[in-house]
């Protein structure tokens, strides 16, 4: 098992940053890969971005592409998400998830955090 606790969201205006953590129970965390996913209301979750356990592979939305960046520190056992030049379109609830490989579908994905929610004003 695995539990995920996420933190660090919050509001911004737009133009603003923000890094979100996603902090992991067990000792296995660094054999999972990580993900990043958003959901805004009314809308279907989405792939924002995705780590392997080794922190070598990581891909990206398109919409995020160059201003959002993924990383993890396996001795924390904690995963980031740095938001830049965040958008008003950015505001979601963004929950971390773990897999045993990178993924960009969430149905792949065995755990989930209970989100945190970023909203960016304009």
């Known amino acids: 098992q695995v539990q995920l606790i996420e933190s660090g969201g919050g509001l911004v205006q737009a133009g603003g940053s923000l890094r979100l953590s996603c902090t992991a129970s067990?000792?296995?965390?660094?054999?999972?890969?990580m993900g990043w996913f958003r959901q805004a209301p009314g809308k279907e979750r989405e792939f924002v971005a995705t780590?392997?356990?080794?922190?070598?592979?990581?891909r990206y939305a398109n919409s995020v592409k160059g201003r959002f960046t993924i990383s993890r520190d396996n001795v924390k056992n904690t995963v980031y998400l740095q938001m830049n030049r965040l958008k008003p379109e950015d505001t979601a609830v963004y929950y971390c998830?773990?897999?045993?490989?990178?993924?960009?579908?969430?149905?792949?994905?065995?755990?989930w955090g209970q989100g945190t929610q970023v909203t960016v004003s304009s």
């Open positions: 780590i392997a356990w080794s922190g070598g592979n990581t």
């Open positions: 067990g000792r296995t965390f660094s054999s999972y890969a």
């Open positions: 998830a773990a897999n045993r490989m990178t993924s960009t579908i969430a149905r792949e994905y065995d755990y």
